[in-house]
Nanobody
């Protein structure tokens, strides 16, 4: 089993920054990728960013490219999401997710490619 614990959410004004962290524990040795998704009220959960755990390749949703940066610390089994130039439309619950080899080794950008999920952390951007 894998456990994911997110931290770093909060309230920020538009144009501000936040950094989210997600620490993974348990059976993480075969991790393919880790990703961030978000879900706003009344909307479906959507892909934000992902990182290949071994090679470090990164993937972003168009809506966050150039503003968000995903990174990892393999030694700490932790993934980060640096969010800059935040907009009110970035307001959502942000979820960390881990992709195991069960669904292949191509980094996923959809929720069904991820096996394990954190509890979510609220990010609110005021205008």
């Amino acid at each position: 089993q894998v456990q994911l614990v997110e931290s770093g959410g909060g309230l920020v004004q538009a144009g501000g920054s936040l950094r989210l962290s997600c620490a993974a524990s348990g059976r993480t040795s075969s991790t393919v990728a880790m990703g961030w998704f978000r879900q706003a009220p009344g909307k479906e959960r959507e892909f934000v960013a992902a990182i290949n755990w071994s090679g470090g390749s990164t993937y972003y949703a168009d809506s966050v490219k150039g503003r968000f940066t995903i990174s990892r610390d393999n030694a700490k089994n932790t993934v980060y999401l640096q969010m800059n130039s935040l907009k009110p439309e970035d307001t959502a619950v942000y979820y960390c997710a881990l992709q195991s080899p069960r669904y292949g080794r191509v980094v996923g950008t959809t929720t069904r490619r991820y096996d394990y999920w954190g509890q979510g952390t609220q990010v609110t951007v005021s205008s």
